[in-house]
């Protein structure tokens, strides 16, 4: 059974103090562990690194061992991306307001000063010996902070495909978790119930629910965060594609656990579980009033592979929709009455593989879209991709990409009004191919190791 302390008086009073004492621990030199999540930043990588970061604290013992086998960590959540990037996330504010979150508490890449070049640690805010990492929703520290800190991974739980980055013997007793799910909060979920049945004891009535709940410390904020994600990540649990057994069961208990707590405050059979997935979703997709750039690094992650930098974009509007912001803020900028829709297309692919491909240093960029058609279209479920490219040994990468995967992925090659398939801004030629995506249900999950396996695999260097 997992060895309870002193619980927080509140999921925010948790996030406050796990940021204040950051700089405490670091001025103590004591050792301090981080939980972060991917690069994109997104609900499950909010929720997940959260959630673990929140029970951990509470419940510091590890499984299977004595109390006093480890030292007592201090778990801090960190948001991989900068505190200005929280306003390109609409849906996290609805989510704070349910959580009852306050953005200020939570703790992201600023307030670790990376101020000097990944090479050195010298100036860093925190000794890379002073750490250890905890990955969720991904399991391979990416960028700046696996150039800094990704030799201090000591543990990882996440629905990826494996990286092979996380050893399997490490130090601590932290968990390396890598299965299929919907969501990886389900799977942080199942874990710390795991360790409280220590067997993985299936959760029965909703007397025994709210039991397990209240064992584990899970309040109200803590869930409607967790459940939250979830249903996004699962399409309110309908999605077939994605949604798991662990992302079912996960979900029940969150919802058991809000409902004893608007029971016992009087608001028995308030809480609307898919009341809670539409608002959020509506907020996600509400991103017209952010500028074109931000919404394309708004969910973006990006690799090195065979010395090639691979970035993706996903996009919750359809491309025409990109053509159309592009148009507004070319008239804005340029102080026109009117646009033409040829040149709304060729401004569209130069703003996003001329300035953004070099701002990046990308040699390939991907953008998935995925959305759903208008009524009068059957209202249906959609995806598209794009792939853009600079140099030959990119491009080769690309064509061995599309060789490889285009019948399963359902590609159907199309043109987008008013670009071409070769560009140049003056400074350098990209090249771009267009694609409606048949198979739905292959996410940036299925297709970005696709593009990376092509990029590495040392097919397109013999072509």
Excluded at 384 to 399: C, I, N, R, S, T
Aim: charged share 30%.
């Amino acid at each position: 059974m997992l060895a309870s302390t002193k619980s927080p008086t509140s999921l925010c009073a948790f996030l406050a103090q796990a940021r204040k004492s950051i700089e405490e621990s670091r001025q103590r030199k004591e050792q301090v562990t981080i939980v972060t999540g991917n690069q994109s930043a997104d609900l499950d990588t909010l929720s997940s690194s959260i959630l673990y970061a929140y029970l951990a604290s509470i419940h510091p013992s590890q499984p299977n061992t004595k109390p006093t086998d480890y030292p007592v960590r201090r778990y801090h959540p960190l948001l991989p991306i900068s505190r200005s990037d929280l306003s390109l996330r609409p849906e996290f504010s609805a989510v704070f307001r349910h959580a009852r979150i306050n953005p200020e508490d939570l703790l992201t890449i600023d307030d670790l000063a990376l101020s000097s070049p990944p090479s050195t640690s010298a100036g860093l805010q925190l000794d890379p010996q002073q750490t250890s990492w905890i990955l969720v929703d991904h399991n391979k520290l990416e960028g700046q902070l696996g150039a800094i800190y990704g030799e201090k991974v000591v543990g990882c739980i996440d629905h990826h495909e494996d990286e092979g980055a996380v050893p399997q013997q490490r130090p601590g007793g932290e968990p390396r978790i890598i299965e299929k799910a919907g969501s990886c909060t389900s799977l942080v979920v199942q874990y710390f119930l795991d360790r409280l049945h220590a067997g993985g004891d299936k959760i029965g009535t909703e007397v025994e629910a709210r039991s397990v709940s209240e064992r584990l410390e899970i309040t109200s904020d803590v869930a409607k965060l967790a459940l939250a994600a979830i249903l996004i990540d699962t399409n309110d649990l309908q999605d077939e594609h994605k949604t798991r057994d662990v992302d079912v069961s996960a979900a029940e208990l969150l919802v058991g656990v809000i409902e004893g707590a608007e029971s016992k405050g009087g608001e028995e059979g308030l809480f609307n579980q898919t009341g809670l997935f539409e608002e959020i979703s509506r907020a996600k997709r509400d991103i017209g009033s952010l500028p074109l750039r931000g919404i394309l690094r708004k969910d973006y992650k990006e690799w090195s592979e065979s010395g090639m930098k691979l970035g993706m974009s996903s996009v919750v509007k359809p491309l025409e929709f990109l053509a159309r912001k592009c148009r507004e803020e070319r008239m804005d900028s340029e102080g026109r009455g009117t646009e033409t829709e040829t040149s709304a297309g060729d401004e569209l692919w130069k703003a996003m593989s001329g300035q953004f491909m070099r701002e990046l240093g990308l040699n390939v960029w991907v953008v998935m879209t995925a959305f759903n058609a208008a009524d009068e279209e059957g209202g249906e479920f959609r995806r598209e991709l794009v792939v853009q490219w600079v140099g030959e040994k990119a491009g080769m990468a690309v064509m061995a990409f599309v060789e490889e995967n285009a019948g399963e992925l359902g590609l159907e090659e199309v043109s987008m009004k008013g670009t071409r398939s070769a560009e140049s801004d003056g400074e350098e030629q990209w090249e771009r191919r267009v694609w409606k995506q048949g198979n739905v249900g292959a996410s940036r999950k299925q297709v970005g190791p696709m593009i990376r396996r092509a990029m590495s695999s040392g097919n397109a260097s013999r072509r």
